[in-house]
């Protein structure tokens, strides 16, 4: 089984660009979704195959993956946005998540 | 409108058993691999178990294999886990959720039950 490690927590002011970052060994080989989940609420996918947008998500999200690392870009973040972020990836058959991001922005 | 409703959480004592069902409506429930998630209090999320349209393939966390089993009855539109030989660590919110046909993201989350195993 592999591992995804993300930063505890990110900071980022009203307007300003959010990265949040997900590392594994050769997670470029993998496809990667991004999960947001507010406060008593149940997860909300808003990346799934590295960079794609379900319907409904804003285009502000984005996201990329290349050899060790992917990245989940808000662009223009906004105070909706503040949330916890999972990253996960499938391996035969069985899903990692990482440990999570908390974004706050203030 | 999809939607999934996990039921069947509560409080046991360690070495318990418990049933958690979810049910599913608003798509076809038969087409779709379905999962579990789990999410400790104040943790992050854990991925449980995975079960094919037909439930001939399954799939666990190794933290779980020989004590849950994931279950589905297409006739009912249900999902189910059956939990033996609960644990503490296995207290947690659990979610179940569809998994989206070609792209394996989890696109509907139901709203979770809380299992607490505690003496």
């Known amino acids: 089984s592999f591992e995804l490690t993300q930063p505890p927590s990110v900071s980022v002011s009203p307007g300003q660009t959010a990265s949040i970052t997900c590392s594994g060994d050769k997670l470029g080989d993998k496809y990667v979704c991004w999960y947001q989940q507010k406060p008593g609420q149940s997860p909300v996918v808003v990346i799934y195959q590295d960079n794609n947008r379900p319907s409904g998500i804003p285009e502000r999200f984005s996201g990329s993956n290349s050899g060790n690392t992917a990245t989940l870009t808000i662009s223009g973040s906004q105070a909706m946005d503040e949330a916890d972020y999972y990253c996960?990836?499938?391996?035969?058959?069985?899903?990692?998540f990482g440990g999570g991001t908390k974004l706050t922005v203030l | 409108e999809v939607q999934l409703v996990a039921s069947g959480g509560g409080l046991v004592q360690p070495g318990e058993s418990l049933r958690l069902s979810c049910a599913a409506s608003?798509?076809?429930?038969?087409?779709?691999?379905m999962s579990w998630v789990r999410q400790a209090p104040g943790k992050g999320l854990e991925w449980v178990a995975n079960i094919k349209q037909d439930g001939s393939e399954k799939y666990y966390v190794d933290s779980v294999k020989g004590r849950f089993t994931i279950s589905r009855d297409n006739a009912k539109n249900s999902l189910y886990l059956q939990m033996n030989s609960l644990r503490a660590e296995d207290t947690a919110v659990y979610y179940c959720a569809k998994l989206a046909s070609s792209s394996w993201y989890w696109d509907y989350w139901g709203q979770g039950t809380l299992v607490t195993v505690s003496s």
């Open positions: 996960q990836a499938w391996g035969s058959s069985t899903a990692v």
């Open positions: 608003g798509f076809t429930f038969s087409s779709y691999w």
